[in-house]
Nanobody, 121 residues
């Protein structure tokens, strides 16, 4: 199995910065896509950003130019640097890994426990 542990959330003032981290553990050989999603009460979970093993990135329009995703394949860790934060970025942020190659084969779609990000105005 695969476990995801997130860290780095918290309370920050508007225009501030936070860095989220998500470390994947287990009998992992390789991870395809790693990403960050967010969810506010009453709304669907939405993709914030994703990154392939080769480093290709994708961002939601609402965070382009402010957020930067990166990953360390050797550590099976993905990061989300969030700058120029806005109150509308307030949400629970979830880490996701897509297809994971483990010692027992391919596994799919794991989620972290979520970390709260609150941006005050």
């Amino acid at each position: 199995q695969v476990q995801l542990v997130e860290s780095g959330g918290g309370l920050v003032q508007a225009a501030g910065s936070l860095r989220l981290s998500c470390a994947a553990s287990g009998s992992i050989l390789s991870i395809n896509v790693m990403g960050w999603y967010r969810q506010v009460p009453g709304k669907q979970r939405e993709l914030v950003s994703s990154i392939t093993r080769g480093g290709s990135t994708n961002y939601a329009d609402s965070v382009k130019g402010r957020f930067t995703i990166s990953r360390d394949n050797a550590k099976n860790t993905v990061y989300l640097q969030m700058n120029s934060l806005k109150p509308e970025d307030t949400a629970v942020y979830y880490c996701n890994v897509d297809r994971v190659l483990t010692t027992t084969g391919w596994l799919s779609n794991y989620w972290g426990q979520g970390t709260q990000v609150t941006v005050s105005s």
